[in-house]
Every structure is written in structure tokens, then in C-alpha cells.
């Protein structure tokens, strides 16, 4: 269940941190999220939310999320809403093989923010993005880290 904008700047640290580890797994960046509150809008919760993440904070964060066309393990708040991003890859053995290639390349599993999106164009992506280099793909994964963060957060709090 969500909540308020007003629940959200009174809780308990303690009590949304959870919550907002479930959108990043990303220390640095919950706290910059609940040290800034109160937030006078949601628009301000979601410009303090877009903090830029170092290479060790992405690679973190990609450990939590499970691989496109694969289904979390987990259970809880994080996997379902995994579950939902994820809903339209409906060529999950497809993946295999292009995940696969993709981990053999950068060492970190193939992240993007798939909301929206078909198995088709995420596969698409996918192979675009072998030809980065390392470091530019850890780029291009940690804004797609952020997207996911954004989208996990207007399902957490609202107005």
C-alpha cells in the first residue's frame, strides 16, 4: 500500500527506509531521500530521488534485480513490482542466450527499465548496447537504475 506525500515526511527513518530500498538498494541514495525530507511535492521527492549513482553503487543495485525474462526468486515488495515491470517479456528464451553474451562482456547483468516496453525491443536494446564499451555501459545502466528508482517511487508515494 502506498504512502501520502504527508505519511512519507513524518514516518519513522526506520519505517521508510525499507520502502525506499525496495525501489534502489542503493545506501547513499536512501539517505539522501530521507534526509530531504519534508518534500513540499512530489515533484521535489522525485528531484531529490535523481542523484547520480558511483560504480559501486550500480553494481550494488544491479545485484538485487533479477535478469530480463527471468523471474525473481525473492518475494515481497521488490519482486512484485520486478514481476510488473517486467510483465510484457514474453520471449524469456530469448534472453537466455543474449543475457548471456551480455554478462560474458560486462560482468553485471543486462538492466534496463522495461515498464512499457516488449520482450522484442528490450531484447533490441539489449543487443544495441553490446557494442559500449565497460565503463559506458555502467553509465547507461545507472540511469537506467535511476528510471526504475523513479517509477518504484510514484508507486510508493502518492499525493
Not at 22 to 41: K, N, S
Not at 127 to 146: C, Q, Y
Amino acid at each position: 500500500m502506498p504512502l501520502t506525500l504527508t505519511d512519507f515526511n513524518t514516518a519513522a527513518a526506520a519505517d521508510i527506509r525499507p520502502v525506499l530500498t525496495a525501489c534502489l538498494a542503493v545506501p547513499r541514495w536512501v539517505d539522501a531521500v530521507v534526509d530531504g525530507r519534508p518534500y513540499a511535492d512530489l515533484d521535489s521527492l522525485k528531484a531529490a530521488a535523481d542523484l547520480p549513482l558511483r560504480d559501486d553503487e550500480i553494481r550494488l543495485a544491479m545485484a538485487a534485480h533479477p535478469r530480463i525474462g527471468e523471474k525473481p526468486a525473492q518475494q515481497g515488495t521488490e519482486a512484485d513490482w520486478s514481476r510488473n515491470e517486467q510483465s510484457g517479456v514474453d520471449n524469456a528464451g530469448a534472453f537466455a542466450a543474449a543475457n548471456a553474451e551480455y554478462e560474458a562482456k560486462f560482468g553485471h547483468v543486462y538492466l534496463v527499465c522495461a515498464s512499457g516496453r516488449s520482450g522484442d525491443e528490450l531484447l533490441e536494446i539489449l543487443k544495441s548496447r553490446l557494442d559500449n564499451d565497460p565503463a559506458t555501459e555502467l553509465a547507461v545502466a545507472g540511469r537506467e537504475l535511476l528510471k526504475i528508482a523513479a517509477l518504484r517511487l510514484a508507486k510508493a508515494v502518492t499525493a
